[in-house]
């Protein structure tokens, strides 16, 4: 339980502007179309964004009016329909979905009673599900990560512009080294403090890491050309057998939304085509492209221990920060969060989310692929439900870390742990490298 002094007014108000926050992208996300894009499904890969709509009211009911405050269902006969695990993606078009006006009313309708249910809730000497207010923190990353979820949606979606955000700044001139060591040793991997942390993010642990370099800042765009213009898609011994067998079949000889016109790479970017910017981390690229980069350059994806360790561990203090900053809740001035950009930030930017070693932008602008599987920490257990991290664990899935543009603070930590399939190139994913360091 947690301490009894903590401050319930406190975890309340962050609750109240956690959800708030996340109901405003959901609203933007989904008025800046027409209904037409929103009953379509613009992939496979992916539902129809009204589908998302009802699907994030419906986990809010679920948890927050049913689970915590103990009500009645509002429409339980639409339970199964958005259900993730009932319902394949490329299934749900077909089925009977609320209408938009009918999905925005009835996630509307939720809201009103959730915040109802908020202003009383108790935070502190309760069940687990409501200790520190974690279920309203739980139902708040759910809907930002359906909001990253529905970014995709866009991306990959047809059509003109619908989504404007500023351009992130030039970064400022980075004079450090390109890669740093990190030092040999125990640290404290994963979290049993961080109060809306998910379970797949404990218990903390200690994990002994041995000595290694990783880069300072995430591949770029313009040293994954080099790659690709030394005939890197076309060397087998760059890739694993996998790899291999899966970029051959597909024909892939790109990271995804890239196209050659005239001899220059152009990009698709939300409804906008643009040149390839060289100075921006590499984005939309699979688990078997960021390995085989590594192997190219004589290096290797960094284990998903030794990321932590680079972006936690504070070898003066031998303590693991919430951050690689320190403990402080990020702000703009530490990382490219919260979908305040629609791109990544030159890579070597953020000077002041840099880790106690100098390695930046650890946290936002690119998903980054390790090479590990997703895999439970000693001591697991699964809660609430098994379906949130139990049901994938194992060697299906690669670990992703540090959050990209598309994921609010809320959804992002140094113990925050993605994963996905390892041929996935529609999310915001990149990597930057490792090589084993000297004893």
């Known amino acids: 339980m947690t301490d009894p002094d903590f401050d319930v007014e406190a975890f309340r108000v962050r609750a109240l502007t956690t959800l708030v926050t996340a109901r405003e992208r959901t609203t933007l996300l989904t008025s800046c179309v027409e209904e037409p894009d929103l009953t379509a499904q613009h992939s496979p890969l992916m539902s129809p964004l009204v589908w998302d709509l009802a699907h994030i009211g419906n ?21 199964s329909l958005y259900d993730a695990f009932e319902h394949p993606r490329s299934e749900r078009p077909s089925l009977p979905l609320l209408s938009p006006r009918e999905a925005r009313g009835y996630a509307a309708d939720v809201r009103n009673r959730a915040l109802d249910v908020l202003e009383s809730a108790a935070f502190h000497g309760t069940t687990r599900l409501t200790e520190a207010g974690f279920a309203f923190g739980m139902i708040a990353q759910h809907e930002q990560q359906h909001d990253e979820t529905m970014l995709i949606t866009h991306q990959l979606r047809k059509g003109p512009q619908a989504l404007h955000a500023p ?63 030394d005939g890197g898609y076309h060397v087998e011994r760059w890739w694993s057998p996998a790899g291999w067998a899966h970029i051959t079949k597909h024909r892939i000889d790109a990271p995804l939304f890239w196209r050659l016109d005239g001899g220059q790479f152009l990009r698709r970017r939300f409804g906008v085509t643009e040149p390839v910017p060289f100075d921006e981390p590499v984005m939309h690229v699979s688990w078997y492209e960021a390995d085989a980069y590594a192997r190219w350059a004589g290096r290797r994806l960094p284990t998903e221990a030794e990321w932590e360790k680079a972006a936690r561990h504070d070898p003066l203090t031998d303590r693991s920060m919430r951050y690689p900053w320190g403990d402080e809740d990020p702000t703009p001035e530490h990382a490219n969060l919260g979908q305040r950009h629609l791109r990544p930030a030159p890579a070597g930017s953020y000077p002041a989310g840099e880790s106690p070693l100098g390695v930046r932008q650890l946290i936002g602008d690119v998903w980054e692929w390790t090479s590990s599987d997703f895999q439970p920490y000693p001591g697991f257990r699964a809660f609430p439900y098994k379906e949130y991290s139990e049901v994938f664990f194992g060697p299906e899935h690669k670990v992703l870390r540090g959050g990209s543009f598309a994921v609010d603070e809320v959804a992002c930590r140094g113990t925050f742990r993605n994963w996905d399939l390892p041929i996935r190139r529609q999310i915001f994913s990149g990597f930057r490298t490792a090589r084993s360091g000297a004893v």
Do not use: C, K
């Open 59 to 79: 986990q809010e009911e679920q948890w927050l009016l049913r689970a915590v405050a103990g009500q009645d269902a509002i429409r339980p006969e639409i339970d």
């Open 167 to 229: 351009d992130p700044g030039p970064a400022p001139l980075h004079t450090g080294p390109a890669e740093v060591l990190v030092p040999g040793g125990p640290f404290a991997m994963g979290t049993s403090s961080e109060p809306w942390a998910l379970d797949n993010e404990g218990p903390a642990h200690v994990r002994e890491v041995a000595p290694f370099y990783i880069d300072t800042a995430p591949v770029t765009n313009e040293a994954y050309l080099d790659f690709m213009e």
